[in-house]
């Protein structure tokens, strides 16, 4: 794979929170007293799409009460692709839809769209770049104002980490199989542009966005009655088998002796090993490199936040290989389908599984 490593530092940082982070060494946490994320089992997942599905979990437009929708709901990068289609989904169900998008014109599009063509109402638009501070702000404090409270969150807004040579790849002509197999990473050498800024780009967006964007919004959704729900976009490609490194992989098995000080401390290695032309030797994964580290630490992330609050529901969800922008729509499923898993989730009932991974809508293994 070719890197284009840029000499200067990524301009894309937030001002939040510096990254790249000058290197640290990866430091153990002891165990935690708290217990680890519930694990309800196998067999929760036919309950939580019956239970999604079932008339008893539909909300029906505000609660008469207060003025106050029965469940709110906000979707990251709301405004194209597998996020327009959940919020379109959620708001089928009754749910009250904040949709995000980092630009306003598309946002508001995208509600029109929703609106004129499902003949929904309850959905609206709030700006959200989640790398903003500023805007990350402006929306907690909308929804405070507003509701008072947030019950949903899907954290969908993600970026590739790579640029493409549109034309070189469609004349490879890769069929999905080879895609999902990841036999495609030494094909697309030659089409895919893997620079340092994007990759400084994807764990940004895919990670530390995610992970602001959350803590923004946690203190509204503590106040969510029925017990909040975060469901986190991720990726096959979090898979830990994907991972060569043989002792991390082993280790990132272990969630409880992670937590964001440690995750910070890999990605700044990763990101140091990228800079240095080495990333095959120290096994960090080839295919996708940067958005592969992204989504396993989403993945360790949704693990960290399920331990730290039993008394909601987080999980993490790859959609499929779905036709969207992000894949330069060489993808098989339709949005609508991938949306299904974390809509599923958002609408589960309160006893069902946190702290797990989903391959659409059913339970899987990623580590
Ligand atoms: N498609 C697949 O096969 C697939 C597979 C596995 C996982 N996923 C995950 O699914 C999620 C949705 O992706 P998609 O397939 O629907 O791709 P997409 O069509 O490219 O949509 C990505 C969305 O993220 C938004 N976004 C990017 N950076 C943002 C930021 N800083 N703040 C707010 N929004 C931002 C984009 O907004 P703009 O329009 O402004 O760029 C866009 O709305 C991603 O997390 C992706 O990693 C997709």
Redesign the pocket.
Known sequence: MSHHLAATTPSVRPSSTPLPLPLQRARPLSQRANSVATRTGRKPVASVAAAAASPTHRVDEMSEHQGIPERVAVV????????IEVCRQLALQGVTVILT???EE?GKAAVESIRSESNLSDIIFHQ????DAGSRASLARHIETRYGKLDILVN????GGVAVDQEGLRALNIDPKMWLSGKAAHLIESVIIQTYDEAVKCLN??YY?LKWATEALLPLLKKSTSGARIIN????RSELQRMPNEKLRESLRDANSWDEARIEAMLSEFLEDMKNERLEAAGWPMMLPAYSMSKMVVNLYTRILARRHPEMRINCV?????K????WNT?VLS?EE?ARGAVMLALAPGDGPTGCYFDQTKMGEAW
């Open positions: 990251t990068g709301g405004n194209r692709g597998i996020g998008a980092r630009d598309r959200l770049d989640i790398l969908n807004a993600g970026v967006t895919n966005g976009t991720t990726s096959l790859h959609p499929g290989f779905v969207t922008e992000i894949n993808g949005p991938g």
